[in-house]
Every structure is written in structure tokens, then in C-alpha cells.
């Protein structure tokens, strides 16, 4: 059974959908189709062309590096299988994650990602050693399977270019370090959570959650965090002006 792969390309600034006809193997998934066109990068027009760039690391959904559009959803390429995608019709399509650079055909730049968690400050300062409460760690161990995909930035309807949302997975971590037993920034974590690009800025539209392939609890990490972020404020502006008087 043959099916067409649809990339989006760019090339000179333009972009542009290439075509490339698959014969399907059993058990397949999208990584592997794209390494078949790496080995042979012929389009349906018979053109040779360049490769198709992408990008993977652990091809078990634990690194983030293969996310992207499959037919429109953002979702990991390493364990998408292609199956599914040609059941009711043959061709599928890929593309980069709008809400990040584009590098190169489908690699986009997710330094964004990490600098957001530097603002959040998402990690521990020491290595001492102390007990965690099992329901305190069984409950950050959840947040802490964030891979950092970009999955939640791209399903968010309020985290765009004009909005300054630092986005669901940031907020999670913040979450994670503030609870965690060893953390001591939290005043770094919490003025990130109340600024402008802070928490308030999520509309409740919940796709995060819907679509993290990691299942983590984004919502809940959101009201949680909201409500923790009120306190911090009015807390901070009582000290203000206790300090004024
Ligand atoms: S919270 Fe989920 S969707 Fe968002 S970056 Fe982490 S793993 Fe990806
Ligand atoms: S290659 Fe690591 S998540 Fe897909």
C-alpha cells in the first residue's frame, strides 16, 4: 500500500508543501517514513531534492525534539504511527510548530522553552538530602515528566506573539520547584507567576491539558498556581504598605 507524505518546506522564504510517495511498512511511524525519504529524497514530481530536515533524540517520547504538526495536531513524530493516519485516506501532512521559529523544514528553534524555565528558576539549588512526604512526591513526580515538547505553548489559544504568556508547561515547573521540599527561589518563581507574562494570562481553554502526550495535570498546576499567585501579590502589597506607615 503506497501513501504520500506532505511536507512544508521552505525554501528562499517561501513555504511550500512537498510530496513524497511511501510504500508502507508494517509498524511504521512517522520518524521512519521521514528517514526512508532522507535515504531517498525523490518528490512525486521525480525530482531529486534536498532532504528533509527534522529533528529527533530518544524516539521514545521523553526528549520533545520530534514534535510537530501531523495533519494539523501537534504530537511527537516517533510515536505517531502511520497506520491510523492512512485508514480512511492516503496522504498525511507534516509541518513545523507555528508558535516557534522555523530552523529548517521541520526543526524549529525551542529555545524559548528553556528560557522560560530559567525564569521560573526549574531546579533545585543543592543536593541535600531529605525526606519527601510520598503524596508530596508522587504528585511531583507527574509534573516532572515534562519533556519541554512545546506541545501545550502550540494548543494554547492565549500563548501567541501578542500575548507575553510564559505558557503551561513554565507554570507547571513552577509549580514543581515551589512545592518541592529542597526548593528555596520561590520569591523568584512566584514575581515570574504575577508579572505580566505570568499566570492570569491563561483564558481556561484547557487544551493543554487535553493535548500534553504526557498527561500531566496542567489545568489543575494553573488554578493552583493562581490562587497562590493572589496571596503572593496582596501579601506583597500589604508589605508595602506596612512598610509606607
Ligand atoms: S507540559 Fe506536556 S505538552 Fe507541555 S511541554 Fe511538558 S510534556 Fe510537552
Ligand atoms: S524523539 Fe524524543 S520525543 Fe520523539
Known amino acids: 500500500m503506497k501513501y504520500i507524505l506532505k511536507i512544508l518546506r521552505e525554501e528562499n522564504k517561501k513555504s511550500f508543501f512537498e510530496e513524497f510517495e511511501l510504500e508502507y511498512i508494517e509498524g511504521s511511524n512517522i520518524i521512519s517514513a521521514l528517514l526512508e525519504i532522507q535515504k531517498n529524497p525523490i518528490n512525486t514530481k521525480n525530482g531529486k531534492v534536498l532532504p528533509v530536515s527534522f529533528e529527533a533524540g530518544c524516539l521514545e517520547e521523553v526528549c520533545g525534539a520530534c514534535s510537530m504538526l501531523i495533519n494539523s495536531i501537534p504530537m511527537q513524530a516517533c510515536t505517531t504511527l502511520i497506520k491510523p493516519l492512512i485508514k480512511n485516506k492516503n496522504f498525511i501532512t507534516l509541518a513545523p510548530l ?25 531546579w533545585i539549588d543543592d543536593g541535600e538530602n531529605k525526606k519527601i512526604d510520598p503524596k ?110
Open 98 to 122: 507555528s508558535k516557534f521559529d522555523v530552523l529548517k523544514d521541520l526543526v524549529v528553534d525551542r529555545s524559548k522553552i528553556f528560557d522560560q524555565l530559567k525564569k521560573v528558576h526549574a
Open 136 to 245: 508530596i512526591r508522587d504528585e511531583l513526580y507527574e509534573l516532572s515528566k515534562c519533556m519541554s515538547c512545546g506541545v501545550c505553548m502550540e494548543a494554547c489559544p492565549n500563548y501567541n506573539e501578542r500575548n507575553d504568556f510564559i505558557g503551561p508547561a513554565a507554570v507547571s515547573q513552577a509549580k514543581l520547584f515551589i512545592k518541592h521540599p529542597l526548593s528555596k527561589n520561590n520569591n523568584k518563581r512566584m514575581n515570574e507567576m504575577v508579572s505580566k507574562e505570568g499566570v492570569f494570562n491563561c483564558g481556561n481553554s484547557q487544551n493543554c491539558k487535553k493535548m500534553c502526550p504526557k498527561n500531566i495535570p496542567l489545568t489543575e498546576s494553573i488554578v493552583e498556581m493562581q490562587k497562590a499567585s493572589n496571596k503572593y501579590f496582596f501579601k506583597k502589597i500589604f508589605a508595602k504598605f506596612f512598610r509606607k506607615n
